[in-house]
């Protein structure tokens, strides 16, 4: 067997193997999908099997009983204010520790990433403590911003290694004319950041949107702050578990989120593989 037949094959037995791993995460997805058509009984007698008769009700009356706009709103706020925060400090962080090297920017580098080795479960009590004492919990604009802090390391990260792959004398020149560090960066720098801004934003919109630790944590019952993940909870109980609804709820809640994965994936494998490549 020569080398481009060995190769040929070798790259068959991966796709094959590519697709099967793929179809294995897909299917709990597919399986929430197919549940959500479903009366109470069929999902009790059989969950893996087809539905009968498809239905919209378990939609109709999710959507009104949990208030859908309501938490959408609540979601789409919580995503904006984390990830305005995450992308803009993170990449000016990223940005002056790249330009400027000395003795202490690796030091503070290193502080800086080094929360992503933190298991939140291991600070999540005093986290709740301190952000009931500088009132950051219970609302939505508190709940946004404290993804800021779990959200900035893996963003720095990310934008530092692609940060290299841009040429200083951009910067000289714009100094040249007269141009302030961070008049720069936003005027020169940050456009040329915008396959790995999307990488980040839409890693932390997959998080932050469905997200259901650090909102069970931090925010209150009500319609108010309550979001949407947190609702499809409340269809799991204890001693009863209504599951066409818990269901209907979690097609509801992830589908943005994979809507907002789907059209911009792309993005992703530009800038993790540039910053990957070229850093």
């Given amino acids: ?19 099967l791993i793929a179809l294995m995460y897909f299917y709990p997805v597919f399986l929430m999908f197919m549940n959500s058509f479903k009366p109470f009984g069929e999902i009790v007698a059989d969950p893996i099997a087809l539905p009968k008769a498809p239905t919209w009700e378990n939609y109709s009356y999710v959507i009104d009983k949990i208030k859908y706009g309501k938490l959408f709103l609540n979601n789409v706020i919580i995503t904006v204010i984390g990830l305005a925060g995450i992308v803009a400090f993170a ?13 202490y920017t690796k030091f503070v580098y290193t502080l800086l990433i080094t929360p992503m080795l933190i298991p939140f479960q291991t600070i999540m009590i005093t986290l709740l403590k301190a952000m009931s004492v500088i009132h950051l919990s219970g609302s939505k604009v508190g709940l946004g911003i404290q993804y800021w802090g779990f959200g900035i390391p ?27 560090t961070i008049r720069t960066f936003i005027s020169v720098i940050f ?14 919109v997959m998080w932050i949107w469905n997200d259901f630790l650090l909102p069970l944590l931090m925010v209150n019952s009500s319609n108010n702050t309550k979001t949407l993940v947190l609702a499809a909870y409340t269809f799991v109980g204890q001693m009863n578990t209504k599951w066409q609804y818990a269901m209907t709820a979690m097609v509801l809640t992830v589908l943005p989120s994979i809507v907002v994965f789907v059209f911009l994936q792309k993005y992703i494998v530009e800038g993790v593989v540039a910053g990957a490549v070229k850093g």
Avoid at 91 to 103: E, G
Avoid at 191 to 198: R, Y
């Fill in 154 to 180: 893996m963003a720095t990260f990310i934008f530092y290694n692609f940060m290299k792959t841009i040429p200083r004398e951009l910067d000289e020149s714009a100094h040249i004319d007269g141009a302030s």
């Fill in 91 to 103: 990449s000016l962080a990223a940005y002056i520790l790249d330009r400027r090297k000395t003795r």
């Fill in 1 to 19: 067997m020569g080398m481009h037949t060995k190769r040929k094959v070798w790259h068959v037995v991966m796709i094959i193997a590519l697709t």
């Fill in 191 to 204: 456009p040329l950041l915008k396959s790995v801004t999307v990488t980040v934003i839409v890693l932390d």
